[in-house]
C-alpha cells in the first residue's frame, strides 16, 4: 500500500502542483486538508473540494477552525494590544500556526506516514509549518516539494500542463491571503522600499464615506457588543465590525518587519477591525488598569507577539504569559466611542464602573481630594533625595 500523506492544501499553484507531484512522481495516497481561518466562504470551500478531487486525491476535508483561532490565539493578541512593529495585527503569521498545528492534527487522526506544505524556501512559513509538524509529530515525515526542488512559477505551470491540470494559470497582479485577523496583500510595489499600493491592489473598496458612530462593548477584555447588540459568538462580533468599518478603508497600511530568516520583508495588509478592536480595547486598559499593570503587559505583549510571529506559539512560556495576560483583564469592561470616517477613525472616550479617572478622588490638573499640599512637597522631598544626593557629591 502506497504510504499515506496530509496536503496543506489552499488550491493554488503550490498545493496544486504538491498534489500531482505526491501522487504521480512519489506515489503517495495523498489526503488533501484546507484549514478555514476565515479565509473562504461556503462557496469558494466547495470550488476547493473539487478542484482537490479533480486532482485525484484519495479524500478531501475543510476544516472550520475560526473559534478555535479566536479563543487560543487572537484573544491574547487583544488583550495584550500586539501590533508588531507598532503597525502590523499579525494577520497571517497567527492564522499560519493555528493552520499548522490543525494539519498536524489531522495527520495524527488518520495515522499519516508524511505531511507536506506548498511553502517555498524564501519566506517564515516554512519554519512556522515544519517547527509546528517537528514539535507535535516527529515522526512523520515533511515533504516540500517547491522548497526541496526549487522550483521556479514556470517549471510548475509545464508540470502540470503535462498531466493535463485545468486551471488558471495566470499570475494574479497581486497576491491575496484573507482571514479572519486581517488580510495581507502582496505585489510589485511591496517589492521596493518607496512604492505604496495602488487603490484597486486592496481586496475592499472604499464605499463609505459618510461619519458613523459606534459603541463597541468590552467584557473582561473581550468585544462582546456593537451599538445596542449582543454576540454570544466573539468571531461574529469581528466579522460584524469588520464589514461595517473596512469599506471606510480603515485599518490599510503597509508592514516593514524582520523576516524569521533574517531578512527584511514589506507586505501590504487591510484589517479595520483588529485595528480599531486593539485601539480601543488600548484606551479602555489605560482607564482600567493601574500604571504598573500597562507597563508589565506592554513588556510581555511585545515578547509574546514577536515569539508568535516566529512560529513559536507552542512555546510552554507563551501560555505562562497568557495566564497573566486573563488576569489582567478582570476589570477591563466598559464601553468605547468610536467614530467612522474615511480613511481614519476616532477614539472619542470610553464609560467603564472601573474606570480609576475616578473625580470623587480629585480631578487631574484641578483638585486634589485625597492629600495636602504639605502631603506632597514631603513626598516630592523623599522622592527626589537620591538624585539630590547624587548631585550634591558630584557638583563639580
Same mark, same amino acid.
Request: aromatic share 14%; with cysteine.
Given at each position: 500500500?502506497?504510504?499515506?500523506?496530509?496536503?496543506?492544501?489552499?488550491?493554488?499553484?503550490?498545493?496544486?502542483?504538491?498534489?500531482?507531484?505526491?501522487?504521480?512522481?512519489?506515489?503517495?495516497?495523498?489526503?488533501?486538508?484546507?484549514?478555514?481561518?476565515?479565509g473562504f466562504n461556503k462557496d469558494e470551500v466547495e470550488a476547493i473540494k473539487r478542484h482537490a478531487e479533480s486532482l485525484g486525491v484519495a479524500s478531501y476535508t475543510c476544516i472550520d477552525v475560526m473559534?478555535?483561532?479566536?479563543?487560543?490565539?487572537?484573544?491574547?493578541?487583544?488583550f495584550g494590544n500586539v501590533l508588531k512593529n507598532a503597525t502590523y495585527p499579525l494577520s497571517v503569521s497567527a492564522e499560519r500556526m493555528i493552520q499548522a498545528i490543525t494539519v498536524a492534527e489531522y495527520a495524527q487522526e488518520i495515522n499519516a506516514d508524511a505531511v507536506a506544505h506548498g511553502s517555498t =524556501?524564501? @519566506?517564515? *512559513?516554512?519554519?512556522?509549518f515544519d517547527m509546528v509538524f517537528q514539535t507535535m509529530i516527529p515522526e512523520v515525515e515533511i515533504v516540500t516539494p517547491i522548497r526541496d526542488l526549487k522550483l521556479s512559477r514556470e517549471a510548475e505551470i509545464n508540470f502540470l500542463k503535462e498531466y493535463n491540470v485545468q486551471m488558471n494559470f495566470e499570475k494574479a497582479a497581486y497576491s491575496i491571503n484573507k482571514g479572519l485577523w486581517g488580510t495581507s496583500v502582496g505585489g510589485k510595489e511591496t517589492l521596493t522600499s518607496k512604492d505604496y499600493l495602488p487603490d484597486d491592489a486592496w481586496p475592499t473598496a472604499v464605499t463609505s464615506t459618510e461619519e458613523k458612530q459606534l459603541t463597541l462593548q468590552f467584557q473582561e477584555g473581550e468585544l462582546i457588543g456593537i451599538n445596542d447588540k449582543k454576540f454570544a459568538n466573539k468571531v461574529e462580533a469581528i466579522q460584524v465590525l469588520q464589514s461595517i468599518a473596512q469599506p471606510? =478603508?480603515? @485599518?490599510? *497600511?503597509?508592514?516593514?518587519?524582520d523576516t524569521i530568516i533574517g531578512i527584511k520583508g514589506r507586505v501590504g495588509f487591510e484589517a479595520a477591525a483588529p485595528i480599531i478592536i486593539?485601539?480601543?480595547?488600548?484606551?479602555?486598559?489605560?482607564?482600567?488598569?493601574?500604571?504598573?499593570?500597562?507597563?508589565?503587559?506592554?513588556?510581555?505583549?511585545?515578547?509574546?507577539?514577536?515569539?508568535?510571529?516566529e512560529g513559536q506559539l507552542l512555546d510552554p512560556t507563551m501560555r505562562n504569559i497568557e495566564s497573566f495576560l486573563t488576569d489582567t483583564q478582570k476589570n477591563v469592561s466598559g464601553?468605547?466611542?468610536?467614530?467612522l470616517l474615511p480613511y481614519?477613525?476616532?477614539?472619542?472616550?470610553?464609560?467603564?464602573?472601573?474606570?480609576?479617572?475616578?473625580?470623587?478622588?480629585?480631578?487631574?490638573?484641578?483638585?486634589?481630594?485625597?492629600?495636602?499640599?504639605?502631603?506632597?512637597?514631603?513626598?516630592?522631598k523623599i522622592f527626589g533625595n537620591q538624585n539630590t544626593i547624587y548631585h550634591l557629591t558630584h557638583s563639580k
Open positions: 500500500m502506497n504510504k499515506k500523506i496530509v496536503l496543506a492544501f489552499s488550491g493554488g499553484l503550490d498545493t496544486t502542483y504538491c498534489a500531482i507531484y505526491l501522487k504521480k512522481i512519489k506515489h503517495y495516497e495523498v489526503h488533501a486538508i484546507t484549514v478555514n481561518t476565515g473559534g478555535k483561532y479566536y479563543d487560543s490565539c487572537i484573544k491574547y493578541l487583544i =524556501g524564501a @519566506g517564515n *512559513d516554512q519554519v512556522r471606510y =478603508g480603515i @485599518g490599510r *497600511d503597509i508592514h516593514v518587519g486593539i485601539k480601543a480595547h488600548h484606551l479602555l486598559e489605560k482607564h482600567t488598569l493601574t500604571k504598573n499593570q500597562l507597563y508589565w503587559k506592554d513588556q510581555l505583549s511585545t515578547w509574546y507577539g514577536n515569539w508568535l510571529h464601553k468605547v466611542f468610536v467614530t481614519r477613525f476616532l477614539l472619542t472616550g470610553i464609560e467603564s464602573e472601573n474606570d480609576l479617572m475616578n473625580n470623587k478622588f480629585g480631578s487631574y490638573g484641578e483638585m486634589n481630594k485625597s492629600w495636602t499640599g504639605d502631603d506632597v512637597k514631603g513626598f516630592a
